[in-house]
Nanobody
């Protein structure tokens, strides 16, 4: 069973940058890996995902242009680079992974992911 551990969260000023890490207990090459976030009282929101074998990446509308997802296979780690952060980016950020192949392409909903990390808090001050 794949285990995921997020890190890199913290307090950052608006306009700043942050890099989140998702360390896996094994290779994620055959997994799609996604990042989601959840603010208090809100639904879990899709942020970004990279497909199996790094064929494709997809970004959520609210972060597109400010976020980059990347995978380091040698370190079994997937990164989420957040730039030009805004107070509305404040949330707990989760990474997730799944091996299934989806006809529609890169999975972008929480229900399409089987493995989840515990989350890391990102707080953006104005």
């Amino acid at each position: 069973q794949l285990q995921l551990v997020e890190s890199g969260g913290g307090l950052v000023q608006a306009g700043g940058s942050l890099r989140l890490s998702c360390a896996a207990s094994g290779s994620t090459f055959e997994y799609a890996v996604g990042w989601f976030r959840q603010a208090p009282g809100k639904e879990r929101e899709f942020v970004a995902a990279v497909s199996r074998a790094d064929v494709d990446t997809v970004y959520g509308a609210s972060v597109k242009g400010r976020v980059t997802i990347s995978r380091d296979g040698a370190k079994n780690t997937v990164y989420l680079q957040l730039n030009s952060v805004k107070p509305e980016d404040t949330a707990v950020y989760y990474c997730a992974a799944d091996r299934r192949v989806w006809v529609a392409g890169v999975p972008t909903t929480p229900g399409q992911y089987n493995y989840w990390g515990q989350g890391t808090q990102v707080t953006v001050s104005s």
